[in-house]
């Protein structure tokens, strides 16, 4: 936009979780808009910053943690954002069964410090909150779909964590007059996606396997099925969101739904390997507590008034992690 003194100001994002899957391709697609980018990074005796070495040169990381509401502040106060994308989270469902409090601890109260920060020190800001499928749990619209107005049911103290933090960017929304709004995102994928993840544990195990370094693959609910997609379309739905004159909620997903077990055989295909049932082990250890059986997004709200559509399908979003992974190993 041209500001009154018809020199171009380029905007500022602040965006927590730069270093996970969503943030990296998050901070390129900002790049390319011209945008300048801030992200806000743990302190670890070992970085883990594997997925912006490509672009460390053009953005600004920010020491902070979520945990802490002063640094979060500074944060704030440093970037002087025009838009804020809240990624950052306890983001792996079965670690939050073992580490409860930790989960809410970053993935609830860690939004509400963001925006109360937002809300002191960046009131103009557009504000992007990380909500997640798994916030439905087992509830559906009848035809086992998901959209904006299905009933949340969450099944895992993850998913339960994520949708206090939805409730809350619309509760300061409301409340505050900001804005601010939730992308709820189906499972999306790519082959930076964290190793702990099952799609990403397969296309892994998959090229281990292939060169021989690798016997078993073992796993939990072959039945579970999901909607996957690719991150890199997601992010550009999370960028869509704050482009609006005002905030809403939107779903992104694909529309389609794959089990654990058709990932596992269309991962093997791609690495030209037959009969993988017989590479494949279930492991009870690897079950939840409480199962989640199926999500299916319907993205139909998104597709109309962002004209967002997915670009990668099922089958070629499988290869594309395989190929990366056979290339690693």
Known sequence: MLYKNSVYKMKNALITGITGQDGSYLAELLLEKGYNVFGLI????????????GI?????LIEGDLTDQASVNNAVIKAKPDEIYNLAAQSFVGTSWSQPVLTSNVNYHGCVRMLEAMKQFAPKAKFYQASTSEMYGNSHNGDYTQDET????PTSPYAIS???????????????NLFA????????????????????????????IKHGKQDKLKLGNLDAKR??????????????MLQLDTPEDFVAATGETHSVREFCDAAFKAAEIDDWEKYVEVDERFKRPSELHILKGVPDYAKKRLEWEPTVKFEELVKIMVEADLKTH
């Open 227 to 240: 909607d996957w997609g690719f991150a890199p379309d997601y992010v550009e739905l999370m960028w869509k």
């Open 181 to 208: 709004c939730c992308g709820i995102l189906f499972n999306h994928e790519s082959p930076r996606r964290g190793i702990e993840f099952v799609t990403r544990k397969i296309t892994d195990a998959v090229a281990r």
């Open 42 to 53: 743990r302190r670890l005796s070992t970085p883990n910053l594997w997925r912006i070495e």
């Open 56 to 60: 460390l040169d053009k953005i600004e």
């Open 162 to 176: 994520k949708l206090a933090a939805h409730m809350i960017t619309i509760n300061y929304r409301e409340s505050y």
């Open 150 to 153: 299905t009933p949340f049911k």
